[in-house]
């Protein structure tokens, strides 16, 4: 026995359109394509950030070490054999604890690690090089 609803057709199915689901799908391809690039450059500037700070965080190691020693550490290990780092952070744009570059200090006489930059060849988002930092 069918009990019809008021004008509800029995042949009727409930669902949605093709007409709709292609609405929605436009609108979620709209906000989407307005959110990406922002997700993206967020991350950019996350890594930047993390990189900065990283830097800064190596570089008043060696000043503390050299205070103390009177001479610059031989290499970045030494400083976490001393206790000075706990461990040489990762490069956030290599993703390697590798690839610092170390630079000797300006005068010929001493030896060791003066500054930290990252080997990372690329741009930040203000222009500047990477290893330049």
């Not at 689901?21 to 993206?40: C, D, K, N």
Request: proline letters at 5%; one cysteine or more.
């Amino acid at each position: 026995m069918v009990i019809f609803n008021g004008m509800k057709n029995r042949y009727q199915c409930k669902g949605f359109t093709l007409i709709e689901l292609l609405v929605v799908m436009a609108i979620i391809a709209t906000l989407l394509s307005l959110v990406a690039p922002r997700y993206f450059n967020s991350l950019e500037k996350a890594k930047e950030a993390v990189l900065r700070q990283d830097l800064v965080m190596m570089r008043n190691s060696i000043d503390q070490f050299y205070a103390d020693f009177g001479k610059y550490p031989l290499d970045l290990e030494e400083m976490v054999d001393k206790k000075y780092l706990r461990s040489i952070p990762v490069d956030p744009f290599t993703e390697s604890k590798a690839t610092w570059i170390v630079m000797p200090p300006p005068n010929l006489v001493d030896s060791g690690v003066y500054n930290v930059h990252s080997g990372y060849q690329g741009r930040a988002l203000d222009g500047s090089f990477y290893e330049e930092w």
